[in-house]
């Protein structure tokens, strides 16, 4: 692989670079719009984005909003559990939160059910309770 830009960063540096531009967007951003955002950052090709992406994931430092297929940076210091996202459809704010009992109760279903999770993805859309005062 030839040597590119990026490369030149450790991944610790990559992901202060994404993570800083997640923030600043202050919204959920697809790859595309953050790689926009990173151009410059030296943080450009779309698999050290990508990667960079799954170790905030990992480290709880960002989450992926599968129905918006996009990213936002974590507001949450701990998660004590999975982060259920409410997702306004008119102005496009996340609110994060936690629901213990709504993941025991799917855990549970899965654990009755024999069914093997691969993924859990807990996100209501709607509108806010500002965008619903707002009408
Ligand atoms: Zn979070
Ligand atoms: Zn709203």
Known sequence: MPQKLSKRRSAADQDKIVVAALR???????AYELMEELKGSGVTAPPTVYRALQRLI????AHRLESLNAF?????????????FAICDACGSVTEFDSAAAI???????????FQVRAMTLELRGNCKSCVAAT
């Open 24 to 30: 600043e967007a202050g919204r959920p951003v697809s």
């Open 58 to 61: 990992d480290d709880g430092l």
């Open 72 to 84: 936002v940076a974590c507001n949450h210091p701990h998660h004590t559990t999975k982060a259920v």
């Open 104 to 114: 025991k109760a799917l855990q549970s279903w899965a654990k009755g059910s024999e």
